[in-house]
């Protein structure tokens, strides 16, 4: 009976750590169907966070520090891909996160704004996650994707660093492009795919019977504890029948599953897979938010595919501009960053595109370098989310927390909130005001 107990509960927090969901937070928020909303307003937040830091060097020219229009700036060498994309963008500067502890990373605390740091659990949900409950419903929470050496990705398909739902409640991502299209696309793939699908909502069906019959006639905290068990297998498998019942719209943004899946060269396979199978789930409606992390949230990293020999932490500590190395990575990231732009403008929605009610966040997990402060944080905003926020503008921001610019997000997808994980005595410790940042919303 122990050994059995045991294996349930295993089971239960595996599957909750596959799905991205701790124990399956509010992945019933969503809609049967999901549906695909026809009016304006923002309907999507994607995050692409780079490892090793952002030194805002490698975005705008040396010495321009005065707030302007983007009309007549050259972009850096590093972002000249988002060139075309100038007049959908907003550049800011000059916010810190110095309460974040970054060091080698942030962790939780970049997309928390608060304490971070190698082992320290979350003390409460990051912007990604409260963004996806603000948005309109979808079928999934927001979903995380990381992006590592291959060894690294095979070794932990999922990892949990940068993203939660709650005080401990870390959302991890997936790393392993394979897992992460079997468990949205399984259910319309072929072959060994398909079948590994139907297997696992088979198994997931019994253990689900098989909880529900251990509760009953256990004392109280037992129980309890059972009908969390009973609950979160009762949410994923109703997430997989609401998958079947989205067939058609799932093969029609399903990726071709290719030798990079299974037989991939280099990371970079991967990490092209998986962007590939983000960008799906948001044209599929599958989910609101993406946060994409180069790095993991961590401060290794490989990028062998475009070249570079180097890996790992050394990485971190080569200056970034001007750098071959970094313009490498730089120019990799900003044409994933353009692949996003242009799928999600290929996709209608509404009277326009999926780009027009879009925002993307484009940072780091570490301020502007690896052994940071934080006294420096520098955000790319592309999209304007259906009108609410300005674009072709460089902003520089002075001293106020990376907390400000989330309430602004906040304010942006009408979720209006005083300020971000910051109570009042810390406000004034790090120049926190009340309210969105002045000059970024329309």
Same mark, same amino acid.
């Given at each position: ?8 509960? %295993?089971?239960? &927090?595996?599957? #909750?750590?596959?799905?991205?969901? !701790?124990?399956?937070? *509010?992945?019933?928020? +969503? =809609? $049967? ?63 810190? %996160?110095?309460? &974040?502890?970054? #060091?080698?990373?942030?962790?939780? !605390?970049?997309?928390? *704004?608060?304490?971070? +740091? =190698? $082992? ?323």
């Amino acid at each position: 009976m122990t050994n059995r107990r045991a294996w349930i509960q %295993g089971m239960a &927090t595996g599957v #909750g750590a596959v799905l991205g969901t !701790g124990i399956f937070p *509010a992945l019933g928020q +969503g =809609t $049967g169907e999901g549906v695909i909303q026809s009016v304006g307003g923002p309907r999507r937040v994607i995050f692409f966070l780079q490892n090793h830091g952002f030194d805002p060097l490698t975005c705008l020219p040396k010495g321009l520090e005065e707030s302007c229009d983007l009309d007549g700036v050259a972009l850096e060498k590093p972002m000249q891909a988002l060139e075309p994309y100038k007049s959908r963008m907003h550049i800011i500067t000059g916010l810190h %996160g110095r309460h &974040t502890n970054p #060091g080698h990373s942030a962790y939780f !605390g970049a997309l928390g *704004a608060y304490r971070g +740091g =190698t $082992g320290v659990p979350p003390s409460a949900a990051t912007i990604d996650y409260v963004l996806g409950q603000a948005l309109p419903p979808t079928i999934l929470p927001p979903l995380g994707i990381g992006m590592e050496s291959l060894d690294s990705m095979r070794a932990r398909p999922t990892l949990a660093t940068l993203s939660a739902s709650g005080p401990n409640q870390p959302v991890p991502m997936y790393c392993d492009p394979n897992l992460l299209y079997g468990a949205l696309f399984g259910s319309i793939a072929e072959g060994a795919i398909q079948q590994q699908f139907r297997a696992r909502s088979q198994a997931l069906l019994e253990v689900e019977r098989m909880a529900q019959w251990k509760a009953k006639g256990l004392p109280q905290s037992e129980a309890e504890r059972y009908g969390t068990y009973v609950r979160g297998f009762g949410e994923l498998n109703g997430l997989n029948e609401k998958l079947s019942r989205i067939s058609e719209r799932l093969k029609r943004f399903a990726p071709k599953l290719d030798e990079r899946y299974l037989r991939p060269a280099f990371e970079t396979d991967w990490h092209d897979a998986l962007l590939e199978i983000g960008i799906a789930a948001l044209q599929a409606n599958l989910t609101n938010v993406l946060t994409i992390a180069s790095g993991c949230g961590e401060y290794f990293g490989s990028w062998k595919g475009l070249g570079i020999s180097e890996t790992g932490h050394g990485l971190g500590h080569l200056e970034q501009p001007d750098n071959e190395i970094w313009t490498k990575i730089r120019q990799y990231n900003c044409a994933m960053l353009v692949k996003l732009i242009k799928a999600l403008e290929a996709t209608p929605e509404g009277a326009g595109s999926m780009m027009d009610h879009s925002l993307i966040v484009y940072s780091s997990n570490n301020a502007e370098k690896q052994h940071s402060e934080g006294a420096a944080w520098p955000f790319v905003l592309i999209g304007n989310a259906g009108g609410r926020f300005k674009t072709g503008r460089y902003s520089h921001v002075a001293e106020r927390p990376i907390n400000d610019l989330y309430t602004t997000l906040l304010h942006g997808v009408g979720a209006p909130v005083d300020r971000f994980n910051m109570d009042k005595n810390l406000a004034a410790i790090h120049q926190s005001r009340l309210g969105p940042i002045e000059g970024l919303l329309t």
